[in-house]
């Protein structure tokens, strides 16, 4: 069993390195499963959400959008939708986000429910590498989203795995699954292009 962690600053590209990686496996004959989370990008390079693919499938769900900051305490999800919808009212993205909130990021509950079942999917199949981009605050500090995943890697089910966390959530991380072993790999903007071959290389020939 061998388990990885990607991490890195905000926006560094994090999951373009997953894909990369699972690129590189899926070219060499591994089977590779799990989901990606990139942003929802305008023409401008503006957020506007945040989409999950399926690796095995290549589907796609809008699994958040990015709202402006919430009202006083006390702001309900019909107040949060609207706050949204009004945010987004020219945007394409749709969608009920009226689910768990991280930051300006409002999510889908619907949508998230079909990210855990991807993971939880691509679990019980079984493959030679689990990617889940990104294990963040929705699942460390609300025990949501993909935080069935953190349960699964202490069961030694998953053969390999590489998870993105966020660099300022790696100790929250950690003493989540304080016995598992993870090796680290940082992406900056000099390795972003190299770092998916060694990544690559370390999970599949060590």
Sequence with gaps: MMNAILTGPV???KSTVCRAVADLALGRGYCVRGILTPPILKR?????????????TGERRVLAKRCPPSDPQGTGPAERQ??????????????DFSGPRVGV??????????GQETVARAVAVGCD??????????????NRGFSHV???LETSIVLRSLLVVRLELLPKFHLRLPDLAFITFSVSGDNRSTLPLKIANRLFLE
């Design 11 to 13: 926006h560094i590209g």
């Design 44 to 56: 401008d390079g503006q957020r506007l959400g945040i989409e999950g693919v399926d690796l095995a």
């Design 82 to 95: 609207a706050a949204c919808d009004t945010h987004a009212a020219q945007e394409t993205l749709v969608g």
């Design 129 to 142: 590498l689990l990617i889940v981009d990104e294990i963040g605050r929705l699942e460390l500090e609300q």
């Design 150 to 152: 953190l349960r699964l």
């Design 105 to 114: 990021y409002h999510f889908d509950p619907e949508a998230l429910q079909w």
